[in-house]
């Protein structure tokens, strides 16, 4: 099994050279996993911290908001209660905080790879591009929580909000974010590409596909 080199975000009809296969010789990576509720982000990072580990790795896998005793509490009341748009932002990073301290720094500090699902590009997607929060407030969050840490790699699975929409009406219950409407969606996805314009050496986008080979994208045999 080669790893694929992961398409350009945005457009990701154009190819980049291969850069999974290195990383994976190495220790110590932190990678995210970003996307739209309904994007099968989730499905996606089960599977590649198994391949990880059937390479050797210890891969210890995450999630945002959470990751943590108090941020799973925190979670509960991000995902459930109403609340001010400000104030969902500052629970997002104080559950961050907590998370980046007591789990993502020690499990890189001993050499294992981080997979998390979502990270503070979420942050910048729902709560700056969908709730309006100033990005300005948003990027001083960001640097007292973890100035000095960002991810190694970020796969931004990037589909249309209707699809993502689609897949979402099958769950029997849904959080308060998921039960947004399309226009929120929309500006959500907009805040990611915005993301990835300012640092795009930090994402590969898988190529959404409606077939049965959402990880071909990924990995080839």
């Not at 050797?56 to 799973?72: A, M």
């Amino acid at each position: 099994m080669r790893l694929l080199a992961l398409r350009n975000p945005i457009n990701c009809g154009q190819h980049r050279q291969p850069t999974l296969n290195n990383m994976v010789k190495s220790t110590a990576k932190f990678i995210t996993f970003e996307g739209v509720d309904g994007a099968g982000k989730s499905t996606h990072l089960q599977w590649f911290a198994e391949m990880l580990r059937q390479r050797g790795q210890e891969v210890l896998v995450t999630r945002e908001p959470g990751g943590t005793p108090l941020g799973e509490r925190l979670r509960e009341i991000l995902l459930n209660q109403p609340m001010h748009a400000e104030t969902e932002a500052m629970l997002m990073f104080a559950a961050r905080l907590e998370h980046v301290e007591q789990v993502i720094r020690p499990a890189l500090r001993r050499g294992a790879w981080v997979v998390s699902d979502r990270f503070s590009d979420a942050s910048f997607a729902y709560q700056g591009g969908g709730r309006g929060v100033a990005l300005g407030k948003l990027e001083q969050l960001e640097r007292w929580v973890h100035e000095d840490l960002q991810p190694d790699l970020t796969l931004l699975f990037d589909i249309p909000v209707e699809v993502a929409r689609q897949r979402l009406s099958n769950n029997a219950s849904l959080d308060r974010f998921e039960q947004e409407q399309a226009d929120f969606f929309e500006r959500v996805r907009a805040g990611y590409h915005k993301r990835v314009l300012q640092n795009p050496q930090r994402y590969r986008t898988p190529c959404y596909s409606k077939g049965r080979r959402g990880r071909a994208s990924l990995i080839s045999p």
